[in-house]
Antibody
């Protein structure tokens, strides 16, 4: 079964850091581009970061540029999101998703909740 | 950035009804548009890719059409499990963007 499982979410104070992980199984992770998305409580979906198969090309949304860093370890079938300088507005459920270029994102993980609050 | 405007934002309908959701792009995106369904507490599910290609396992009551700047998602006969929020998404260029969502509720 093709599956993505996020972990690492939790409660963090403003200005703090957190590292999210996304474990992939059921497919050849090293053949796919990957992305992170998020959804603030009661709000819509927001794309935040892309990484190429090799990890050499990265795109970030302006809202997280300079604060969040996407990375991957193909040997461990894992995707990561290092989040620094967290703000209240970063509170959201964070999803990883496999990309089919120009087609869509499937599957998505179940999501992990990040709450930024003092 | 490419802006996507979905309408309506909220839709109330009955089981068996036919409904249509529209997604307009701020610039031409060819057919690089996807539709997702999201239920409360769950991850989004890809329904339609490339504007009109139904994903495997998605009921044939769902269909998509359009190209360029105007797209539609149609559900031909609503079932109870179709009541959810629907999002369009453009894959023409980064940053990837979504419409604001259409919440479909039972009348």
């Amino acid at each position: 079964e093709v599956q993505l499982v996020e972990s690492g979410g939790g409660l963090v104070q403003p200005g703090g850091s957190l590292r999210l992980s996304c474990a992939a199984s059921g497919f050849t992770f090293s053949n796919y581009e990957m992305n992170w998305f998020r959804q603030a409580p009661g709000k819509g979906l927001e794309w935040i970061s892309y990484i190429s198969i090799s990890g050499t090309t990265i795109y970030d949304a302006d809202s997280v540029k300079g604060r969040f860093t996407i990375s991957r370890d193909n040997a461990k079938n894992s995707l990561y999101l290092q989040m620094n300088s967290l703000r209240d507005e970063d509170t959201a459920v964070y999803y990883c998703a496999r990309e089919e270029p120009m087609v869509g994102f499937d599957p998505w993980g179940q999501g992990t909740l990040v709450t930024v609050s003092s | 950035d490419i802006q996507l405007t979905q309408s309506p934002s909220f839709l109330s309908a009955s089981v068996g009804d036919r409904v249509t959701i529209t997604c307009r792009a701020s610039q031409g995106i060819d057919y690089y548009l996807a539709w997702y369904q999201q239920k409360p507490g769950k991850a989004p599910k890809l329904l339609i890719s490339s504007a009109s290609s139904l994903q495997s396992g998605v009921p044939s009551t769902f269909s998509g059409s359009g190209s360029g700047t105007e797209f539609t998602l149609t559900i031909s006969s609503l079932k109870p499990e179709d009541f959810a929020t629907y999002y369009c998404q453009q894959l023409h260029s980064y940053p990837i963007t979504f419409g604001q969502g259409t919440r479909l509720e039972i009348k």
